[in-house]
């Protein structure tokens, strides 16, 4: 009798393992599976004037934060009438509209990468630099604030 039991409480704990070691490696596989989707999932998409203004935080934060609160800095597009520097007839741009220190921030974006194009205090030579829309997703548009205060940058911009 007492033989009985105890073959039966071995039987009980050998199932119940199998059953934990299954369970466990299915959850396992399952999350591996969940992160490699989230990872592949396609990276946030901007607008034209979002990208502008990450641009415009990467390369002068306080210009662009100035001209926005004085509700002086314009978001257009180059168009082919416009003088403009060499080489970025076809960006977006950033300027403000009483253009004291001469900075205008061009940029564009192909791909995932934002190419910017720029000049400050009256330097006219055109400085570049690129970054990836990941690389500025990470520094200035990660947190719930930082969002929002990009999003109320951009409701700020005066258009051309």
């Known amino acids: 009798m007492k033989r009985k039991v105890i073959i039966t409480i071995i039987i009980l704990i050998s199932c119940l393992w199998v059953a934990v070691t299954i369970n466990f490696n299915r959850s396992s596989s399952q999350q591996v599976q969940d992160e490699t989707q989230s990872s592949q999932q396609p990276r946030p998409k901007f607008t034209d004037q979002q990208i502008g203004v990450l641009a415009g935080l990467a390369i002068s ?15 257009g597009i180059v168009k082919p009438s416009d003088t403009v520097p060499a080489g970025v007839d076809d ?7 009483d253009d004291q220190d001469g900075t205008v921030i061009f940029f564009k974006a192909e791909g995932q990468t934002v190419i910017i194009k720029y000049t400050s205090q009256r330097n006219t030579k055109l400085k570049a630099k690129a970054l990836t829309l990941s690389q500025l997703k990470k520094e200035f548009y990660q947190t719930r604030s930082q969002k929002r205060e990009v999003d109320d940058y951009v409701a700020g911009l005066r258009t051309e």
């Open 61 to 75: 934060p306080e210009w662009l934060k100035q001209n926005i609160a004085a509700n002086q800095l314009v978001y």
């Open 91 to 97: 960006y977006s741009y950033l300027v403000a509209a």
